[in-house]
């Protein structure tokens, strides 16, 4: 079964300041996607990037990245120059590769908070 | 932009009592999900449904849940006989297709007393 670990409960950024959300995961399936949601206090889950196991390159969408290393097991994500709205929990998630026998589940850290001040 | 919509944002019931969580999903989608989150811990999945019928389930939704898709709009998910431990954010979940990232809702709060 697949494990996706956030083993940072919390962050905080200043404000245009850069931080790195980390998440590492566990499977045994050779390709697969991996995500970060990112949750506001307005409660809805909001997908901010998307990364296919089988592409090398690190996804990017605006100030969010990604910093996949797929023998390590680790997808981290980096937002450039915060900003106040940023602030949300952050989850990262794993998907199977449905056609290769995966499961079309979403499994899920337990969220990283991040504050960004001011 | 398209949203997945769910009604109502917080729901409280008596212990043993039927509920009812609606979702709304996005119109051209296909493949729907529900996931609860209880308070502290991961979001964890329930099930997906796909032509109308349950493509996957986990082994939280046991015989006290049901989804349905009574119309071409709605899907909803039933829990019989409520029990403390099903308190929870439940999210709803679409996708365009298999593969398509998955799109959630705002979450319904359900508080058992």
């Known amino acids: 079964a697949q494990t996706v670990t956030q083993s940072q409960p919390e962050m905080s950024v200043q404000e245009a300041e850069t931080v790195t959300l980390s998440c590492t995961y566990d499977?045994?399936?050779?390709?697969?996607?991996l995500f970060w949601y990112k949750q506001p206090p307005s409660r809805q889950m909001i997908l901010v990037i998307r990364?296919?196991?089988?592409?090398?390159q690190n996804a990017t969408e605006n100030r969010f990245s990604v910093n996949f290393q797929k023998a390590a097991k680790s997808f981290s994500l980096k937002i450039s120059d915060s900003q106040l709205g940023d602030a949300a929990m952050y989850f990262c998630?794993?998907?199977?590769?449905?056609?290769?026998?995966?499961?079309?589940?979403?499994?899920f850290g337990k969220g990283t908070k991040l504050t960004v001040n001011p | 932009e398209p949203e997945v919509t769910q009604t109502p944002s917080h729901q409280v019931t008596q212990m043993g009592q039927e509920v009812i969580l609606r979702c709304v999903p996005i119109?051209?989608?296909?493949?729907f999900y529900w996931y609860r989150q209880i308070l502290g811990q991961k979001v964890e999945f329930l099930v997906s449904?796909?032509?109308?019928?349950?493509?996957?389930k986990s082994e939280i939704f046991d015989d006290q849940f049901s989804v349905e898709r009574p119309d071409g709009s709605n899907f909803t998910l039933k829990i019989r006989s409520t029990k403390l431990e099903d308190s929870a954010m439940y999210f709803c979940?679409?996708?365009?297709?298999?593969?398509?990232?998955?799109?959630f809702g705002d979450g319904t709060r359900l508080s058992i007393l």
């Open positions: 979940a679409s996708s365009e297709e298999l593969g398509q990232p998955q799109h």
């Open positions: 499977t045994s399936e050779s390709d697969y996607y």
């Open positions: 990364q296919e196991a089988y592409k090398q």
């Open positions: 998630a794993f998907r199977g590769f449905i056609t290769q026998g995966g499961s079309e589940k979403l499994v």
């Open positions: 119109s051209n989608h296909l493949y």
């Open positions: 449904f796909y032509n109308n019928e349950i493509s996957e």
